[in-house]
């Protein structure tokens, strides 16, 4: 089949406007919500004080500009008195916070068996915290909207369902120590970011690896990369650049990409001296 090409932005989180079909139901959802709040008598900012958001954000929401996170909605159904009728809406945006081109992307994640990711800049979209992430959307240039900013950080964090999946996905990770010791966001978000990896890193399914810089030879010269494997023996690479992505599904081109995993792992740190890496980083920090 060889490359399916996609532009993008790194971990495939590619910056959209709303105008594709996924704009249709986050406004569907928002109308509801309106209707639902004129119903009950409540203004904007009554429903925002009952449930803990500004009355601007509640605005947004029933315009069909932000996504709502599912809390809002929980809390929203139990103020208005809609009987899981809004509750029920989460699983209908789940799909929504990813960027229409990216989508299947996601969908692919969700299928596979073993999942596999090589980084070299920055943690992977997968092991971050929601204020890392955000960071990142916010030194982006050319600068994001505050709404274009939450509907990505909204989508990567949505990505994460793969860690609560039954039966568990296998999930490894190379980071570059840089990576690891990049104070992206400040000391604070550092910190948190840390102390995230090691919890995650903990789990029975998933094994994180540094790369150290001082090696002097290194299989990943040609830049950071995804493996997906499924259940029925196929394989896919998501190669990623910095204005497309392309996801890679032919056998031979897979191949390679394999080879060059499984090398970059053996000359990474195990997983525990990485965890025992993270945490002497984390004491530095």
């Known amino acids: 089949m060889g490359f ?16 594709d079909d996924s704009g249709a139901v986050i406004a569907a959802v928002g109308r509801q919500i309106r209707l639902w709040r004129e119903s009950a008598g409540l203004r904007a900012k009554d429903l925002g004080d009952a449930i803990g958001y500004g009355e601007n954000q509640v605005y947004k929401v029933e ?12 809390r929203a159904d139990q103020v208005l008195g809609a009987g899981g009728k809004i509750a029920a809406m989460k699983k209908d945006l789940r799909e929504a916070r990813y960027p229409k081109k990216v989508r299947g ?18 943690l992977n979209g ?3 915290t929601e ?28 990505r994460q369902e793969i860690f609560e999946r039954q039966p568990p996905t296998m999930l490894t990770f190379v980071q570059e120590e840089v990576t690891v010791r990049r104070p992206l966001g400040g ?7 840390l102390e995230h990896l090691l919890e995650i890193g903990r789990l029975r399914n998933v094994e994180i690896q540094v790369m150290p810089t001082d090696r002097e030879d290194h299989a990943g010269m040609g ?7 499924f ?19 032919d056998p031979k081109q897979v191949r390679i990409i394999e080879l060059r995993y499984g090398i970059i792992r053996a000359q990474a740190l195990t997983p525990r001296e990485s965890l025992a890496f993270i945490e002497k980083v984390l004491g530095e920090t």
């Open 63 to 74: 315009g069909g500009k932000r996504i709502p996170k599912p809390e809002f909605l929980d």
């Open 231 to 249: 259940g029925d023996g196929a394989a896919l690479a998501h190669w990623e650049g910095q204005l497309f992505n392309r996801l890679v599904s």
């Open 223 to 229: 830049g950071q990369f995804q493996l997906l494997k």
């Open 4 to 19: 399916l090409t996609a532009d993008g932005t790194d971990d495939a989180d590619q910056c959209v406007d709303l105008e």
């Open 131 to 158: 204020e890392y992430a955000r960071a990142l959307y916010e030194m982006r240039r050319p600068s994001f909207s505050r709404d274009e900013i939450e509907r990505y950080v909204a989508g990567r964090m949505g």
């Open 187 to 193: 000391r604070g978000v550092a910190r948190r970011q």
């Open 126 to 128: 997968l092991l971050q």
């Open 105 to 122: 992307l996601a969908n692919l994640e969700r299928a596979a068996v073993e999942f596999g990711a090589y980084d070299n800049h920055n």
